[in-house]
C-alpha cells in the first residue's frame, strides 16, 4: 500500500467522519466537524 498524500488523506478523513455521522448521530452539544464548512 502506498503513502497517500496529505490531500487524499485529508479525502478520506472527511468521509470517514460523513459516514461516521450518519450511522453514529453526534450529541448536540458536541461541535460540528469542519466538512461542514464546505462550498
Given at each position: 500500500?502506498?503513502?497517500?498524500?496529505s490531500?487524499?488523506?485529508?479525502?478520506?478523513?472527511?468521509?470517514?467522519?460523513?459516514?461516521?455521522?450518519?450511522?453514529?448521530?453526534?450529541?448536540?452539544?458536541?461541535?460540528?466537524?469542519?466538512?461542514?464548512?464546505?462550498?
Amino acid at each position: 500500500m502506498y503513502p497517500l498524500s496529505s490531500l487524499e488523506f485529508t479525502t478520506y478523513f472527511q468521509v470517514g467522519l460523513e459516514l461516521t455521522e450518519i450511522h453514529l448521530p453526534l450529541p448536540p452539544q458536541a461541535p460540528k466537524p469542519l466538512i461542514t464548512m464546505k462550498t
